[in-house]
């Protein structure tokens, strides 16, 4: 399995020049096309009562009035890096709309958002949201900070669960091509969990994948990670997300809810 088409979310807030350079990076990397889906309608905003209809109304036409920036910005970006790439309007919902989209492509690059713009807090639900609805992986790039030229260090924060599991296949293309893959583990409860990390290890190793594990013997995993992709200069994190119900994550806290607010490099996660 390869990588053949990237989708790129287009939105006028303040992450699209990060994840267009990050998603025209890695489709320079990995061969393939980028396709940029941009959405007039706004995420989360229901058209209820005459109020609320003007204002998607007036939402709807400030993103045709920024689409032709946005546009050429993605055009001078795929031309720089030499790759394929088309630009599609939907007149839609952006959640709804990328979730038919996810289906015909292989990987969808988003971005974190928190700088508080109208366009920002529009965007700031869509990789939770997307990643729970959509049937593939998704990049969540972290806005305003530095993005890898290419993908040459991928960090794997695993544990023995269905959704680590899912990221994990969903990112062999992109582990084959990285020059080093660490597999952490991080022993939280009485799991042994570092049996699993070696297991992984070895498969990975069948795939070509130049990959090491480390092992925690104890520690939190939402601290642990953070420092760890930092040190280990990952330029990528592979995980699962929600392994545990939202719910629980929203009143005990839990890794997924840490790093989708902050992440500490761009995270490529499944459900």
Not at 41 to 60: D, F, K, Q, T
Not at 72 to 88: R, S
Not at 244 to 250: I, K, T
Request: with cysteine; aromatic share 6%; net charge negative.
């Amino acid at each position: 399995m390869s990588i053949r088409t990237v989708l790129l979310h287009a939105a006028p807030d303040s992450g699209f020049s990060d994840r267009l350079a990050f998603a025209a990076g890695l489709a320079r990397q990995t061969g393939a096309h980028l396709k940029a889906v941009y959405t007039l309608y706004p995420a989360g905003v229901p058209r209820v009562g005459r109020a609320l209809s003007i204002y998607v109304n007036e939402l709807v036409r400030e993103a045709k009035e920024k689409e032709a920036t946005l546009k050429a910005q993605f055009e001078t970006a795929v031309a720089e890096a030499g790759i394929n790439g088309v630009w599609q309007t939907i007149e839609g919902e952006v959640t709804a709309a990328l979730r038919d989209e996810v289906t015909f492509a292989d990987v969808t690059v988003v971005s974190e958002t928190r700088y508080g713009t109208v366009d920002d807090e529009l965007a700031a639900t869509l990789p939770e949201h997307l990643a729970l609805a959509c049937n593939g992986p998704v990049i969540v790039v972290p806005t305003g900070k530095p993005v890898p030229a290419r993908i040459g260090r991928v960090l794997v924060a695993w544990k023995p669960s269905r959704e680590a599991g899912h990221a994990v296949r969903f990112a062999l293309p992109v582990l084959a091509l990285a020059d080093q893959v660490e597999v952490l583990t991080v022993e939280e409860s009485k799991t042994d969990v570092a049996a699993s990390g070696a297991k992984l290890t070895a498969y990975l190793s069948t795939h070509g994948v130049n990959a090491t594990h480390r092992h925690v013997p104890e520690g939190q995993a939402g601290v642990v990670i953070p420092q760890e992709a930092q040190k280990f200069g990952a330029d990528l994190l592979v995980m699962g997300i929600y392994s545990r119900s939202r719910l629980a994550e929203m009143i005990l806290g839990g890794v997924t809810a840490s790093l989708l607010v902050d992440p500490p490099v761009p995270l490529f996660v499944a459900h």
